[in-house]
Protein backbone atom coordinates (compact mmCIF):
# COMPACT_ATOMS: atom_id res chain seq x y z
CA UNK A 1 0.00 0.00 0.00
CA UNK A 2 1.54 3.41 -1.09
CA UNK A 3 0.18 6.43 1.38
CA UNK A 4 -0.04 9.36 -1.07
CA UNK A 5 -0.09 12.68 0.11
CA UNK A 6 -1.62 15.92 -2.25
CA UNK A 7 -0.53 19.26 -1.92
CA UNK A 8 -3.79 20.46 -3.41
CA UNK A 9 -6.86 21.60 -1.57
CA UNK A 10 -9.37 18.88 -2.76
CA UNK A 11 -7.44 15.96 -1.97
CA UNK A 12 -4.74 17.76 0.57
CA UNK A 13 -4.92 20.59 3.24
CA UNK A 14 -8.47 20.99 3.14
CA UNK A 15 -9.80 17.67 3.02
CA UNK A 16 -9.89 17.48 6.49
CA UNK A 17 -11.78 20.90 7.02
CA UNK A 18 -14.62 19.02 4.08
CA UNK A 19 -14.51 15.95 5.88
CA UNK A 20 -15.71 17.96 9.19
CA UNK A 21 -18.07 19.98 7.30
CA UNK A 22 -19.50 16.86 5.71
CA UNK A 23 -18.29 18.22 2.48
CA UNK A 24 -21.08 20.84 2.42
CA UNK A 25 -20.71 25.17 1.65
CA UNK A 26 -21.34 26.08 4.87
CA UNK A 27 -22.81 29.48 3.59
CA UNK A 28 -25.24 28.22 0.25
CA UNK A 29 -25.24 24.40 1.26
CA UNK A 30 -23.72 23.24 -2.16
CA UNK A 31 -23.29 19.28 -1.03
CA UNK A 32 -19.94 18.20 -2.43
CA UNK A 33 -21.18 14.31 -1.95
CA UNK A 34 -23.83 14.82 -4.28
CA UNK A 35 -22.06 14.81 -7.87
CA UNK A 36 -18.20 14.92 -8.73
CA UNK A 37 -18.84 18.48 -10.29
CA UNK A 38 -20.31 20.01 -6.73
CA UNK A 39 -16.82 18.43 -5.14
CA UNK A 40 -14.96 20.03 -7.76
CA UNK A 41 -16.16 23.28 -6.64
CA UNK A 42 -15.58 23.28 -3.06
CA UNK A 43 -12.84 25.04 -1.45
CA UNK A 44 -11.89 26.28 1.72
CA UNK A 45 -12.73 29.93 3.20
CA UNK A 46 -10.73 31.63 5.74
CA UNK A 47 -13.12 33.48 8.18
CA UNK A 48 -9.96 36.24 9.12
CA UNK A 49 -8.14 37.97 7.23
CA UNK A 50 -4.34 37.43 6.26
CA UNK A 51 -2.26 38.63 8.67
CA UNK A 52 -4.43 37.24 11.62
CA UNK A 53 -2.64 35.34 14.54
CA UNK A 54 -5.10 32.48 14.19
CA UNK A 55 -5.92 31.96 10.59
CA UNK A 56 -4.64 29.28 9.56
CA UNK A 57 -6.05 27.33 12.91
CA UNK A 58 -8.55 24.51 11.86
CA UNK A 59 -11.44 26.04 13.15
CA UNK A 60 -11.20 29.15 11.37
CA UNK A 61 -11.10 27.25 8.04
CA UNK A 62 -14.46 26.30 6.46
CA UNK A 63 -16.23 24.65 3.40
CA UNK A 64 -16.75 27.26 0.97
CA UNK A 65 -17.86 26.35 -2.80
CA UNK A 66 -15.25 28.38 -5.17
CA UNK A 67 -18.63 30.86 -5.98
CA UNK A 68 -19.48 31.71 -2.18
CA UNK A 69 -15.43 32.19 -1.38
CA UNK A 70 -15.54 34.34 -4.39
CA UNK A 71 -18.32 36.49 -3.43
CA UNK A 72 -16.90 37.86 -0.38
CA UNK A 73 -13.51 38.31 -1.58
CA UNK A 74 -13.30 42.58 -1.31
CA UNK A 75 -15.15 43.22 1.75
CA UNK A 76 -14.11 43.75 4.92
CA UNK A 77 -15.86 42.22 8.12
CA UNK A 78 -15.41 43.27 11.61
CA UNK A 79 -13.96 39.72 13.10
CA UNK A 80 -12.47 40.69 16.74
CA UNK A 81 -13.93 38.54 19.49
CA UNK A 82 -16.45 36.64 17.14
CA UNK A 83 -16.60 33.22 17.18
CA UNK A 84 -16.64 30.65 14.04
CA UNK A 85 -20.49 30.14 13.60
CA UNK A 86 -20.79 34.10 14.44
CA UNK A 87 -18.41 35.25 11.59
CA UNK A 88 -20.05 32.27 9.02
CA UNK A 89 -23.25 34.22 10.21
CA UNK A 90 -21.82 38.01 9.77
CA UNK A 91 -20.62 36.80 5.64
CA UNK A 92 -23.29 34.72 4.55
CA UNK A 93 -26.46 37.55 3.60
CA UNK A 94 -24.02 39.01 1.73
CA UNK A 95 -22.83 35.89 -0.45
CA UNK A 96 -26.57 35.15 -0.48
CA UNK A 97 -27.33 38.23 -1.92
CA UNK A 98 -24.81 37.67 -4.63
CA UNK A 99 -26.33 34.81 -5.69
CA UNK A 100 -29.22 35.57 -5.76
CA UNK A 101 -28.12 38.76 -8.29
CA UNK A 102 -26.64 35.88 -10.39
CA UNK A 103 -29.48 34.22 -10.44
CA UNK A 104 -31.78 36.84 -11.42
CA UNK A 105 -28.64 37.01 -14.14
CA UNK A 106 -28.79 33.58 -14.91
CA UNK A 107 -32.71 32.93 -15.33
CA UNK A 108 -32.18 36.39 -17.82
CA UNK A 109 -29.20 35.58 -19.82
CA UNK A 110 -28.43 31.80 -19.40
CA UNK A 111 -31.42 29.15 -18.64
CA UNK A 112 -31.80 27.08 -21.49
CA UNK A 113 -35.02 27.61 -23.40
CA UNK A 114 -35.18 31.24 -23.28
CA UNK A 115 -34.67 31.89 -26.77
CA UNK A 116 -37.24 29.80 -27.27
CA UNK A 117 -39.68 31.13 -24.97
CA UNK A 118 -39.23 34.54 -26.41
CA UNK A 119 -39.60 33.81 -30.16
CA UNK A 120 -42.44 32.09 -29.47
CA UNK A 121 -41.23 29.14 -31.06
CA UNK A 122 -42.62 26.46 -29.53
CA UNK A 123 -41.49 23.13 -31.08
CA UNK A 124 -43.62 20.81 -28.95
ZN1 LIG B 1 -21.55 27.92 -1.69
Not at 13 to 33: E, M, N, T
Request: charged content about 30%.
Amino acid sequence: MTKQSYNDALRGYAHPVHQRDDFVCVYCGLDGKASLSNWLHLSEDHLLPRGHSNRDDMEYRVTSCRFCNEAHNRMVFDVEGKSPEELIDQKKPFVLQRRNEYKEFWVEQVQPGKEFEKSGKNQE
